[in-house]
């Protein structure tokens, strides 16, 4: 398969209709090869618009989705990022591209080591991996300028906020476990980091994962 060609159908035809066009962040998705951050059994479908489900449970975002979070974070070439729930690693490869640190939590043991090679093979030197779970963050390292949330969430992300440095950008999807569409939402810190203000963007439906299905029953949303 051709997936130079299918990569460059993907961004004529389903990114740039659908409104990513900031040009960085075009580049930094032409020179990422999704496919190789798939299952064996996936990788010839790795550039049609669908979500997937990875071993685990865990979702990979539709390429229309993922370029739009990334695109909503403004990421620039000083960014130390945050990113959250990329089961697969591609996210975190195509932020590497944009900013000058991410920093990638790893849901459970083991869930990155594929894209541990192709992010070695790539030459993505600026990508550190903790462990950790999804609503905590990273408080270690904070703050952080950008974090991206590669998922739904049924309910806001406090302690992610808490984690934003002044002027820093959380961008997430909100959407109940049983709603069938949800809203990208941007977030944004003040620059004396006093105060966040609050944007929805496009409506986009994804897969909730069981771990947040269970979170919609303690969190009013």
Sequence with gaps: MNYSAACKNMIDCQ????GII????????????RERFLPDDLRHLAYID???????GEVMLSPVTQARLIQAAGLTPSDVVLNVMDASGYATAVAARL??????????????DLARKEWA??????????????HEGDPRHAPYSAIIVNGALCADPDNLF???????RLVYIAQGASAPVG???????SASGGALSRVRLQDVS?????????AEKRFAF
Excluded: W
Aim: aromatic share 2%; proline share 9%.
């Design 183 to 189: 809203q990208i939402c941007l977030v944004k810190k």
């Design 206 to 214: 994804v897969p909730v994962t069981a771990g947040e299905a269970k």
């Design 99 to 112: 900013s000058s640190m991410v920093v990638a939590l790893e849901g459970r043991p083991g869930q990155l």
């Design 22 to 33: 900031e040009p960085a962040v075009i580049e930094a998705v032409a020179h990422t090869p």
């Design 15 to 18: 990114l740039q209709p659908n």
């Design 121 to 134: 093979l790539s030459d993505c030197c600026n990508i550190a991996i903790v462990g950790g779970a999804a």
């Design 50 to 56: 669908d979500h997937f489900m990875l071993p685990g």
């Design 162 to 168: 808490s984690q934003l440095a002044p002027s820093g």
